[in-house]
């Protein structure tokens, strides 16, 4: 059974934004480190984001940096993925996941390394 859902996917313009979440069926979210992955029509899944549970910090691949903003909600048990400046490169299906670890390693950017993943949520930029 899928443990993590993302939502917040749809059809968005060139340089508008969207926000994406992550909830958990069975367990508490604030306790890990959580990642966001993408996967791009006839590309490998790549990891581009990733929050500790730690101390809160964050990390960003290269390609979404200063564009996307990791943060997480522990009332609502949620870890949300801002995306602002999309562009049609973007276009994937956006996933979540975590190797149960406290903090972000180099793992994160490692699909391969997860444990937990949802279904995924596709975000379509085009004009």
């Known amino acids: 059974q899928v443990q993590l859902v993302e939502s917040g996917g749809g059809l968005v313009q060139p340089g508008g934004s969207l926000r994406l979440s992550c909830s958990a069926s069975?367990?508490?979210?604030?306790?890990?480190?959580i990642g966001w992955f993408h996967q791009a029509p006839g590309k490998e899944r790549e990891g581009i984001s990733c929050?500790?549970?730690?101390?809160?910090?964050?990390t960003y691949a290269d390609s979404v940096k200063g564009r996307f903003t990791i943060s997480r909600d522990n009332v609502k048990n949620t870890v949300y993925l801002q995306m602002n400046g999309l562009d049609p490169e973007d276009t994937a299906v956006y996933y979540c996941?975590?190797?149960?670890?406290?903090?972000?390693?180099?793992?994160?950017?490692?699909?391969?390394?997860?444990?937990?993943w949802g279904q995924g949520t596709l975000v379509t930029v085009s004009s």
């Open positions: 996941a975590t190797d149960w670890h406290v903090d972000c390693t180099g793992s994160y950017y490692e699909p391969s390394s997860m444990h937990a």
């Open positions: 929050i500790h549970s730690s101390d809160g910090s964050t």
């Open positions: 069975t367990f508490s979210l604030e306790y890990y480190a």
